[in-house]
């Protein structure tokens, strides 16, 4: 009976100390971690890099901040296992500090937060609740029913940038279409269009889609896996992974300054 005690109680004690570990290099102000490279006080109290620079003194001792690095302290870092930071999400992943935000950044308990382009709103949420908040809050986007529709982006001549938006859903899924124009410079203007699913990565990766524009003779495809509302399209965007055109030929697909984009999504 007191070995069937011990067994737990060993187990209880080596994640306890694990956790302890990790929790001697918490930020005293943010309670983030402290991670390389650690500098500490002339007391050697430690405070993260992010709140460093604002900071005059030690938050600790009111001490000077100095300029000293905490060689073996850095040292432990590099053993230590921590928490991931949506941990209190249900993540129970435990990472090197050199691995920490490779994984948060794609982390599925990372909170998503809202799809629509333009940073206006500020809605962060778990996936099972995006739709609940479109569908109250962005209440004005329409939404299309089959795997074959067009897009149509009225007044494509309005000054400035636009963002054009539209829900087409399909295979059970909802994605959310996004047409942006961009001012480059002095009147060059640019549009991006791309699809991304309201869903997981992983979910995304089983689809595809296409975006066609359709002229007298001519013909402008574009074929990619849609993003995840997960990682947002802006990134595709700055690095134009996405169909990009300017505004000569959009002139060239545009009826009246309205552009019609066929949207194809097909499961792969
Ligand atoms: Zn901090
Ligand atoms: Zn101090
Ligand atoms: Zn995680
Ligand atoms: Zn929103």
């Not at 962005?138 to 939404?143: D, L, R």
Request: proline share 4%; glycine share 6%; with cysteine.
């Amino acid at each position: 009976m007191s070995r069937q005690q011990q067994t737990p109680t060993a187990a209880v004690s080596s994640t306890t100390s694990t956790t302890d570990l990790a929790s001697l290099f918490e930020c005293p102000v943010c309670f983030d971690y402290v991670l390389p490279p650690i500098l500490q006080c002339q007391s050697g109290h430690l405070v993260c890099s992010t709140c460093r620079p604002k900071l005059t003194c030690c938050p600790t001792c009111r001490g000077a901040l100095g300029n000293i690095r905490n060689l073996a302290m850095e040292k432990v870092a590099s053993t230590v296992m921590f928490p991931c930071k949506y941990s209190s999400s249900g993540c129970a992943a435990t990472l090197l500090h050199t691995e920490k935000s490779e994984h948060e950044e794609t982390c599925e308990f990372r909170p998503y937060v809202c799809p629509c382009p333009g940073a206006s709103c500020k809605w962060q949420g778990s996936l099972d609740q995006v739709m609940t908040h479109l569908m109250h809050t962005h209440k004005s986007i329409t939404t299309l029913q089959g795997e074959d529709i067009v897009f149509l982006a009225t007044d494509i001549n309005l000054p400035g940038a636009v963002d054009w938006v539209m829900m087409q859903s399909c295979f059970g899924q909802h994605f959310m279409l996004v047409l942006e124009k961009q001012e480059k410079y002095d009147g060059h203007q640019q549009f991006f269009a791309i699809v991304q699913l309201i869903g997981s990565r992983k979910q995304a990766e089983n689809f595809a889609y296409r975006l066609e524009l359709n002229g007298h003779r001519r013909r402008l495809t574009w074929e990619a896996t849609p993003r995840s509302i997960h990682e947002g399209v802006q990134s595709a965007i700055l690095n134009s992974d996405c169909l990009v055109f300017d505004t000569s030929i959009a002139q060239l697909f545009a009826d009246n300054g309205n552009l019609g984009i066929n949207v194809t999504i097909s499961m792969c």
